[in-house]
């Protein structure tokens, strides 16, 4: 792991900041203090940007500030201090628009849960996320006539994932609305369907939201990373370490439902890489069911870090993890699923011809 963990100095300052060692440790766990005490503008400026990819901006830079502070080091912790106040801005508007989109469909009669933006907090996403059973007619007309939203223009993935992104006036962040489908083909109905059910309130703030409950959080994390994009970014590694030791996770339900989708072997060696990550920086990694550590196909030894991101090979363990989804959907007699499921290498071979062509893969991914 030394390879993907120390290729960049910026993802290393922001992991030894975020996963602070919880007991003694080796030297390669140690902190340098030149690495934050003798940090120039240029290389702060870099890591502003990277914990921006990542998600990571408040929480990373919170304690940065603190450190600023404790060395009386003024001009650094000016700078950690101006980057939280105007990221805390973006976060503040951005979530008094969720409430407002969350309460009209609530208002509306319709089903509506937050997915993934949260799972970062006091950090947000890049955009706004979230499911409803709801059929597309309404929830267009809803966010239309009660936001004035124009809807953007849908790419291949998005049509069979059966989700569309908004548009709103004062909103700079695009909102993501999954309706009744999951996944990167929208193969993933049984998730979907267990969203809304199993869903739980949260105070963020002083506002409430309904998110996605524990199992079905990691699960979508697990569609999202291992199935569809085959990166990670800092703030998965963080978010899902909190979530495994916050005692809400059931791991028995986790694997009975990761099983019923066909993704129980990607969900397993999700966890195990998590926590290879978190070991790797704090002293010690998640305490897992061994039965998760069995399940797993590899783990964090098989990360490495490019254009941006801690990435996982796709050929041939992300491959394999996809064999075995589509056999679980065949078996299960889900055939219009599989069907759904057996495009993703069309999709994903055309999403590369575009990008060398064109520079882009957008209208495909």
């Not at 706004?128 to 124009?150: C, G, H, P, Q, W």
């Not at 697990?222 to 569809?228: I, K």
């Not at 759904?340 to 062509?357: D, E, F, H, M, N």
Request: aromatic content about 8%; glycine content about 6%.
């Amino acid at each position: 792991m030394t390879t993907a963990f120390n290729s960049s100095k910026a993802l290393t300052v922001l992991s030894r900041l975020m996963l602070p060692p919880t007991r003694d440790v080796s030297p390669a766990q140690a902190e340098d203090p030149e690495l934050i005490a003798k940090m120039s503008r240029e290389e702060f400026d870099e890591m502003l940007t990277l914990a921006n990819s990542h998600h990571v901006v408040i929480r990373a830079l919170e304690v940065f500030l603190q450190i600023m502070c404790n060395l009386g080091d003024d001009t650094r912790a000016e700078w950690a201090a101006t980057a939280i106040a105007a990221e805390s801005e973006r976060i503040r508007n951005a979530t008094s628009f969720l409430q407002s989109i969350c309460a009209a469909f609530t208002q509306a009669g319709y089903d509506v849960t937050v997915i993934k933006s949260l799972d970062h907090w006091p950090d947000l996403g890049s955009d706004l996320d979230l499911y409803t059973n709801t059929d597309s007619a309404r929830v267009i007309a809803l966010m239309r006539e009660r936001f004035k939203a124009s809807t953007a223009a849908r790419s291949w993935g998005d049509r069979l994932a059966h989700k569309w992104n908004f548009s709103i006036p004062g909103l700079p962040e695009l909102v993501e609305i999954h309706m009744g489908r999951l996944g990167q083909t929208g193969e993933q109905v049984e998730i979907a369907n267990s969203i809304a059910r199993r869903s739980r309130v949260i105070t963020v703030g002083d506002r409430e939201f309904r998110v996605a409950g524990a199992v079905d959080r990691l699960m979508i994390s697990t569609l999202q990373r291992m199935y569809r994009h085959f990166y990670f970014r800092l703030c998965d590694i963080v978010d899902s370490a909190e979530l495994s030791e916050s005692g809400l996770l059931d791991y028995d339900d986790l694997r009975f439902s990761a099983k019923a989708a066909g993704i129980w072997k990607g969900v397993a060696t999700y966890l195990v890489i998590v926590s290879d990550y978190v070991e790797h920086y704090r002293g010690e990694g998640l305490d897992l069911p061994s039965f998760v550590r069995d399940s797993s196909r590899f783990g964090g030894d098989q990360l490495h870090f490019a254009r941006g991101f801690l990435r996982i090979p796709i050929m041939p363990q992300s491959a394999k993890l996809y064999g075995a989804q589509l056999t679980t959907l065949l078996r299960n007699r889900k055939l219009k699923n599989s069907v759904r499921l057996s495009l993703l290498p069309c999709l994903a071979t055309a999403a590369v011809v575009g990008q060398k062509i064109t520079g882009s893969d957008k209208g495909i991914w």
